[in-house]
């Protein structure tokens, strides 16, 4: 009885202190105005861009000779059996910029909290046009291993989502070892369009 009274107090914690951070982001964005809003966008997918170039030098070349690229500011969470993560950033072709939201739901074991950038390369302009015209839904999971070159061995950090559509996912310790874009929603964000 002890344990289930600690595991619903520890889950009523932790949804307090989750609600309490979305709350906050929320309350942080509403004080910005659009322009602010695509200038820290434009901060964080610079930032996202050159973490990605480190880990994983032939990035560079996929999104020079690519259709577009889109990069996304994430904040994901996982209580128990239900994962969450929201973000916003923007997708490129051309030197136009679409600015863009995102949201996912899912189911995962654990509990955690972790902030990542997800990078989508198009191969084609289809598919770039696709995801800023109609949204795109990822409806599975991929997993990626990945390793840091001190580790040695290959390093597989990018992920096939689509024979057009390349995905890599960066947190603050380099490559994610599993990337997932399961339930996850991605539109035009039309407050900053």
Do not use: C, H
């Not at 982001?25 to 990605?52: C, F, G, H, Q």
Request: positive net charge.
């Amino acid at each position: 009885m002890k344990t289930i009274t600690r595991n619903l107090f520890t889950l009523i914690l932790i949804g307090f202190i989750s609600t309490s951070i979305i709350a906050q982001e929320k309350e942080k964005k509403n004080k910005k105005s659009p322009a602010e809003e695509r200038a820290e966008i434009d901060k964080m997918t610079s930032k996202a861009l050159a973490e990605l170039y480190k880990v994983q030098p032939q990035a560079r070349n996929e999104i020079a000779n690519s259709k577009g690229y889109a990069v996304f500011g994430n904040f994901g969470m996982n209580l128990f059996l239900l994962s969450t993560a929201n973000g916003a950033g923007k997708a490129v072709s051309g030197g136009k910029a679409t600015y863009m939201k995102m949201y996912s739901a899912g189911v995962g074991v654990g509990i955690g909290v972790k902030k990542f950038n997800g990078i989508f390369i198009f191969k084609t302009t289809k598919a770039y046009q696709n995801f800023i015209e109609e949204g795109w839904q990822g409806g599975g999971q991929a997993d990626a291993a990945a390793k840091d070159n001190k580790q040695g061995g290959a390093v597989a950090g990018a992920i096939s989502i689509s024979p057009d559509i390349t995905f890599y996912q960066v947190t603050n310790k380099g490559l994610a070892a599993q990337a997932t874009i399961q339930g996850t929603k991605y539109w035009k964000d039309k407050d900053l369009n």
